[in-house]
């Protein structure tokens, strides 16, 4: 079974901070998204990365994607109230079209 | 429509209860899937669709759950005497489909199913 581990799990910081998002596996993955869910809505597509090493900026989110396939993380940079929300990790498993989900990190961010 | 829709976006039933929970994706999109998400966690993959074929089924966690797509396009999850730990929120997400990598899967809102 593969599993995604995100941590932190909860994630309060002031406006102005800067954070990251670990999402690690002892699994390959064939790609890794981001996704982004509000309440009461389905998780919204940020950024997928795929090449190993691979890192993709959208504006003050910075994505990478470990050189092994393995593990990702997400930086945001001067976290705005907007940002908050919940932040998932799903890798593309080799072979299949299914996405396994890390159990994701809930972030707020304070005025 | 522009998006994924699903119905109803509530549901509350009583154990040992049918219930039936539709999935309409986007237009022309070859794929769908269905995903339990629990309180505070992650969505969990249930079922995969290619068209009508259903090509993975391995997440549905007991023979109570099934799920059709008869003509390719709306899905229903049809889960049976539903149980407390049936409770969660069921996601539907479609995508076309390229040989070889991971389509970018849009999701419907959810069905909230609350078991009483």
């Known amino acids: 079974t593969q599993l995604l581990e995100q941590s932190p799990q909860f994630l309060s910081i002031q406006e102005g901070e800067n954070l990251t998002v670990y999402c690690n596996s002892s699994s390959v993955f064939s790609s890794l998204q981001w996704y982004r869910q509000e309440p009461g809505e389905g998780p919204v597509l940020l950024v997928t990365?795929?090449?190993?090493?691979e890192v993709k900026k959208l504006k003050r989110l910075t994505f990478q994607f470990g050189d092994a396939r393995k593990d990702s993380s997400l930086h945001i940079t001067a976290a705005q109230p907007g940002d908050t929300g919940l932040y998932l990790c799903?890798?593309?498993?080799?072979?299949?079209?299914?996405?396994?989900f890390g159990q994701g990190t809930r972030l707020t961010i304070n005025p | 429509g522009a998006g994924v829709s699903q119905s109803p976006r509530y549901k509350v039933a009583k154990r040992g209860q049918d219930v039936a929970l539709r999935c309409d994706p986007i237009?022309?999109?070859?794929?769908l899937f269905w995903y339990q998400q629990a309180l505070g966690q992650g969505p969990e993959f249930l079922t995969y669709f290619q068209n009508e074929a259903q090509l993975d089924k391995s997440g549905l966690p007991s023979d109570r759950f099934f799920a059709e797509r008869p003509e390719g396009s709306v899905s229903t999850l049809k889960i049976q005497r539903t149980q407390q730990e049936d409770s969660a929120v069921y996601l539907c997400a479609s995508s076309s489909w390229t040989s070889g990598v991971v389509n970018e899967q849009f999701f419907g809102p959810g069905t909230r199913l609350t078991v009483l």
């Open positions: 237009s022309g999109h070859v794929s």
């Open positions: 799903a890798g593309g498993v080799q072979g299949a079209q299914k996405l396994v």
């Open positions: 990365v795929v090449t190993g090493g």
